[in-house]
């Protein structure tokens, strides 16, 4: 080969250029194609694999994007590029631009969760403490919004930058949107399927202001304190079991370990000391519901009077209309903070419901009551 041919040769190649980033990481969301001084060639190869997306950028400002595919880099394949660089009548290579490999894949299994406790408002425990944590995925949706807006002029941008920004804006959206739910406490832990949709809804206009598009986003658990825990399974029991029969199974079970606890002669004794009063409670409650068995009157005497008639309460919690009920287990839906001074009640007579506290035959649960004066002589 002479001289000339090796110089012809050594030329074509100078002129000849490919443009392309084989991804071999498995984090990198965007990585900037690296020449010297940013200059690429006239009519050289550009080659955008799948999950890719090619941005060129012009002194800071966004020029044009190629989707996957090979392409000459020309003014024909330039057009906004040639409108900033005034290249009326075509350009001489070489020309200089900016060009970043935006990684538009899936990324999947994102962890989030929330550092410290939020902070929620019951309306019958008060204000509770609860935690969360679960996953995301991800994909970039516009490269040019995302490049100017996160990446910059950050060489090789990487999954764990960005997901730092991420956490922080799924946990402060996420407490927003359960304290906006107003659920009862122990129905968060229930329903994280329907939280975790609507927490999607909430976050995905905050992702797409920076290009980012929120494919999935999963709430895997809620936890609470354990002693909070604790707390509403005793309530949830109290507002299952009727009271009397919860008291005699407490009563129960405390002879039972008296018993166990004092030995020898003694411990029997006082088990079958605590067995009679037992008994005697067992067999009051059977006589009372003797007596309450209806019955004739004897022959020749007065009938008793008629049984007045029980007053029946309805009682609204959480918008929906419950009971009815009597003014005892009122009280105990009371007691137990089910309702409070501001619940609506009704009865038969009343025209509208009323708030419990003006309600005249309810106020004496809010204690405090004043006696009427004593009567002049």
């Given at each position: 080969m002479s001289l000339f041919d090796e110089i012809?040769?050594?030329?074509?190649?100078?002129?000849?250029?490919?443009?392309?980033?084989?991804?071999?990481?498995?984090?990198?969301?965007?990585?900037?194609?690296?020449?010297?001084?940013?200059?690429?060639?006239?009519?050289?190869?550009?080659?955008?694999?799948?999950?890719?997306?090619?941005?060129?950028?012009?002194?800071?400002?966004?020029?044009?994007?190629?989707?996957?595919?090979?392409?000459?880099?020309?003014?024909?394949?330039?057009?906004?590029?040639?409108t900033l660089k005034g290249w009326k009548y075509g350009f001489n290579s070489p020309f200089k631009a900016e060009v970043y490999f935006v990684n538009t894949r899936l990324f999947t299994d994102e962890k989030w969760g929330t550092k410290n406790p939020v902070m929620l408002s019951d309306d019958r425990f008060g204000?509770?403490?609860?935690?969360?944590?679960?996953?995301?995925?991800?994909?970039?949706?516009?490269?040019?919004?995302?490049?100017?807006?996160?990446?910059?002029?950050?060489?090789?941008?990487?999954?764990?930058?960005?997901?730092?920004?991420?956490?922080?804006?799924?946990?402060?959206?996420?407490?927003?949107?359960?304290?906006?739910?107003?659920?009862?406490?122990?129905?968060?832990?229930a329903n994280t399927s329907e939280l975790s949709q609507t927490c999607q809804e909430v976050m995905q206009p905050e992702f797409g202001r920076v290009g980012i598009e929120l494919e999935k986003f999963y709430i895997e658990n809620v936890s609470m304190p354990e002693d909070l825990k604790k707390e509403i399974f005793e309530y949830s029991r109290l507002d299952k079991l009727d009271m009397?029969?919860?008291?005699?199974?407490?009563?129960?079970?405390?002879?039972?370990?008296?018993?166990?606890?004092?030995?020898?002669?003694?411990?029997?004794?006082?088990?079958?000391?605590?067995?009679?009063?037992?008994?005697?409670?067992?067999?009051?409650?059977?006589?009372?519901?003797?007596?309450?068995q209806p019955f004739s009157p004897p022959q020749g005497g007065s009938a008793p009077p008629p049984i007045p008639l029980q007053v029946l309460y309805h009682y609204a919690v959480n918008g929906q209309q419950l009971g009815p009920v009597s003014l005892d287990k009122l009280k105990e839906l009371f007691a137990n903070r089910t309702i409070n001074r501001d619940s609506l009640i009704w009865k038969q007579g009343m025209a509208n419901w009323t708030a419990l506290k003006d309600v005249e035959d309810l106020k004496s649960f809010l204690g405090g009551s004043t006696p009427p004066p004593l009567p002049t002589t």
């Open positions: 012809k040769k050594k030329l074509s190649h100078e002129f000849i250029d490919i443009v392309e980033w084989l991804d071999n990481t498995n984090d990198t969301i965007a990585h900037r194609f690296e020449r010297y001084q940013n200059e690429i060639k006239n009519g050289a190869k550009l080659i955008v694999r799948e999950g890719q997306t090619a941005v060129f950028i012009n002194e800071g400002q966004l020029a044009d994007a190629f989707k996957p595919g090979t392409y000459t880099l020309n003014t024909k394949n330039l057009p906004i590029l040639t204000l509770v403490e609860i935690r969360a944590f679960g996953t995301y995925s991800f994909r970039i949706g516009d490269p040019g919004k995302f490049i100017v807006d996160v990446v910059g002029t950050d060489g090789n941008f990487t999954n764990y930058e960005i997901n730092e920004h991420l956490k922080s804006l799924i946990v402060t959206r996420f407490t927003d949107t359960v304290g906006e739910a107003n659920l009862p406490i122990e129905l968060y832990a009397s029969k919860l008291s005699q199974f407490k009563a129960a079970k405390a002879m039972e370990a008296a018993a166990k606890n004092e030995g020898g002669t003694a411990g029997a004794g006082m088990g079958m000391g605590m067995g009679f009063v037992l008994a005697q409670q067992m067999g009051g409650m059977m006589t009372q519901q003797h007596t309450q």
